[in-house]
């Protein structure tokens, strides 16, 4: 498998100085295309962080990350939206829809920065909530629409530039056990189909479902295993 993203060394630190922080402490680790890895710890254990770094939504402060070989750290911020509208396709806990929008509108929103015309971003946000079985729901607004299906419109708008990446944060946090289950078939169909998933969860039970599950607690790697075996670190 060849390698999609790569940190070496990699560092967040808050506060510098004498009460500093390193929220990440110099952290090595690499992700193959087609992973499903799960990063799980507790409150305060540093998967937030990565998160964030791995999402290009923040950069470190030492070490490097390459993403397709691309060194990503030095990035502005407009290169790295650049990057995360192209390569990483988000799914918060929260869901993160535009409350005054439809659900076919907030699957269009990445589609409209990537310049797609009209009628090319309808057809493409359509075949994406027909995906996720809510092509009933096209002009429902999420106020109108139950915790399941929000995070269903999630996936969808995360699928809507076919970008290689899937970051899911906490993704059933906020479902009812029934939704989650779905919310979680839907990431296993994504990973077949060849898509790198990359779940960030406390819950052990959501990590086991993945390939790989790499442990934080106090912003470095304590347990690292792929398919229950343990990988040296």
């Known amino acids: 498998m060849s390698k999609l993203i790569k940190l070496i060394e990699v560092s967040k630190i808050y506060n510098r100085g004498e009460n500093e922080v390193r929220a990440i402490n110099n952290v090595s680790l690499e992700i193959n295309k087609g992973d499903f890895i799960a990063i799980v710890g507790s409150s305060g254990s540093g998967k937030s962080t990565m ?6 939504l923040d950069v470190p402060d030492e070490g490097k990350y390459l993403l397709d070989e ?13 990057i995360r509208n192209k390569k990483i ?18 699957v269009e929103l990445p589609l409209i ?16 909530l027909k995906r996720v079985g809510l092509e009933n729901r096209l002009s429902h607004k999420p106020s109108e629409m139950s915790g399941g299906q929000q995070q269903r419109v999630a996936i969808a708008r ?6 290689p990446i899937i970051l899911a944060d906490e993704p059933t ?23 790198t998933i990359i779940l960030i969860t406390h819950d052990d039970d959501i990590a086991n ?9 106090d912003g470095i790697i ?12």
């Open 113 to 128: 920065y990537r310049g797609k015309g009209k009628k090319e971003r309808e057809e493409m946000a359509l075949s994406m």
């Open 173 to 195: 946090g906020n479902l009812d056990s029934k939704s989650g289950e779905e919310v979680i078939k839907i990431l296993k169909e994504l990973h077949k189909e060849g898509k």
């Open 51 to 56: 998160m964030n770094i791995l999402g290009c």
């Open 158 to 163: 995360a699928l809507a530039t076919a970008p």
């Open 89 to 106: 396709g988000f799914i918060f806990q929260g869901f993160n829809l535009i409350t005054s929008l439809t659900a076919l509108e907030n």
């Open 209 to 217: 479902i993945a390939e790989r599950v790499v442990r934080f607690s």
């Open 222 to 233: 304590i347990e690292n295993y792929f398919n229950k075996e343990k990988i040296i670190v």
């Open 70 to 82: 691309k060194d990503v750290s030095t990035l502005d911020e407009n290169e790295l939206s650049s």
